[in-house]
């Protein structure tokens, strides 16, 4: 380096000042201020120097002289480092508390890790007599954190043991030296480009309610709507989409009615038995139109009629306001005889994880609210199961009385009682065991191909299993109310 000399001179104060800068405070400064000019060369890459001029208000050339506060000057970047140690590697960029109190404690708490950590590094490059700026403020870290679940697990009396361990944290901690890089420094830049949302500059609560009015809520749980058919390639909520908007907002007239606002939840029922609207009619509200191809013109029409009974239902004489607000939850893992293609789709993984043995590991819940009693049944389950009027038809693979008795409805309490199907799984369709048609001769007049429902159902052992511990869950799930 060269020190060309540098000589004091005064620095008067501006009459324009920047905009974050008040009139009171440039009051308070002297009009001039004498300070010291500072010019020196450093080395830059490819053997080159880069002039650097700076001002000072050190004036005293004895007491500070050029050549120490350019070297100051070049040892700026391990300033840089030693902050980005503090916020970005010990995380005290992103402050969560809340209080002034406890920010000020959060702050000391990063400082004192900070120095800890900084001391260990001190220890580190004395014992080993290894520079300290050549140790790693991360790799410390890391090491520390290595180390400490070994020592914490030996007890007091082991001093020898735990003296030992320490040494070799710190022997651990000198054999990883950064490279020498003098001279460096970094563009502040950032080289990973951020997501493209606003920042977060007001408390999350109110923008939560914001969103919230600007949004229409609706929420649809595990649903089985078909009314647009097979060769729908959209993604879409079918009718209980325009079930669940007319009922927060209403239909239109003719023959219309208010919505009633709010927030309106969509669950799945009872889908088995080849309960479907695809070969159905469903006539308009206008009392002239008809629908009965897919379209959304169908599941519109059909959504709309669905919600005029809801919403009539709802301001009937027969609904009451519920008043308890009582929550309760129930739930058991179950494990389901698996046979036939589903119980091969379920061996290889393709349909549903674990396989145990031929059995399928699936789950039942009850959940209380209020008044409101909920059996969750994980697949398409047959209504007569819930509501009773199992068959045993002539022709049926397993003649007998109907095993899946008494209906579980029959067996919830609650003054309101749903079923949700498809509940946290798809096992496919569930049937009464004495109902299965799979093998000739066939059952309900069919002559030349089994039931629809036997090609996509799990098996015919998996409707009792699960009658058999939904009661047992519900009775468990009654008895501790």
């Not at 590697?89 to 209080?99: A, V, Y």
């Not at 679940?149 to 007091?156: F, G, K, S, T, Y």
């Not at 999350?204 to 009314?227: D, G, N, V, W």
């Not at 494990?335 to 993984?349: E, N, R, T």
């Amino acid at each position: 380096m060269t020190w060309p000399p540098a000589s004091p001179g005064p620095w008067t104060n501006p009459k324009t000042r920047g905009r974050n800068f008040t009139s009171e405070q440039g009051a308070a400064l002297p009009d001039t201020l004498t300070v010291r000019l500072l010019r020196f060369k450093i080395p830059t890459a490819a053997s080159r120097c880069q002039e650097v001029i700076r001002v000072t208000t050190l004036l005293d050339r004895q007491l500070w002289p050029l050549q120490l506060l350019a070297q100051w000057y070049a040892r700026r970047w391990k300033v840089e480092l030693h902050l980005d140690d503090l916020k970005t590697t010990l995380g005290m960029d992103q402050l969560s508390c809340l209080s002034p109190q406890m920010v000020e404690k959060e702050l000391q708490m990063h400082t004192i890790a900070y120095n800890l950590i900084r001391s260990l590094m001190a220890e580190a490059a004395s014992t080993c007599a290894v520079p300290l700026d050549r140790l790693s403020f991360k790799g410390t870290l890391d090491t520390a954190r290595e180390y400490s679940r070994i020592i914490v697990r030996l007890p007091q009396s082991h001093r020898h043991m735990r003296q030992r361990i320490y040494a070799d944290l710190l022997a651990a901690i000198a054999a990883d030296p950064v490279p020498e890089r003098p001279n460096r420094y970094e563009p502040r830049s950032q080289k990973y480009r951020r997501k493209a949302f606003p920042n977060l500059v007001r408390p999350r609560a109110i923008l939560r309610q914001e969103f919230f009015k600007r949004s229409t809520p609706r929420k649809t749980i595990q649903r089985h709507p078909e009314t647009l058919g097979g060769a729908n390639s959209l993604l879409t909520s079918d009718f209980s989409g325009y079930w669940r908007d007319a009922v927060e907002n209403g239909v239109p007239e003719p023959n219309g009615v208010k919505g009633l606002g709010g927030m309106c939840i969509y669950f799945q029922g009872l889908v088995g038995g080849l309960m479907t609207q695809l070969h159905t009619t469903v006539p308009h509200r206008n009392g002239v139109d008809k629908f009965r191809e897919p379209s959304f013109e169908k599941a519109q029409a059909l959504g709309e009629n669905l919600a005029i009974l809801t919403v009539n239902a709802l301001r009937g004489e027969k609904a009451w306001r519920p008043t308890d607000t009582r929550v309760a939850v129930a739930a058991k893992t179950i494990f389901a005889p698996m046979s036939g293609l589903s119980g091969c789709g379920v061996f290889l993984g393709l349909v549903h994880p674990g396989w145990y043995w031929g059995k399928g590991k699936t789950e039942l819940d009850v959940i209380q609210i209020g008044d409101l009693e909920m059996l969750t049944i994980p697949g398409e389950m047959y209504p007569e199961i819930a509501e009773g009027g199992i068959e045993s038809p002539a022709g049926a693979d397993y003649p007998s009385p109907p095993i899946e008795v008494p209906p579980l409805r029959s067996q919830m309490k609650g003054k309101l009682n749903m079923m949700v199907g498809l509940a946290n799984d798809e096992l496919g369709y569930i049937i009464p065991k004495s109902q299965w048609d799979k093998k000739p001769p066939y059952a309900y007049g069919r002559t030349k191909a089994p039931q629809y429902g036997e090609e996509n159902s799990p098996g015919p052992d998996v409707a009792p299993t699960i009658h058999r511990e939904a009661l047992a869950l519900l009775k468990q799930f009654q008895a501790a109310q």
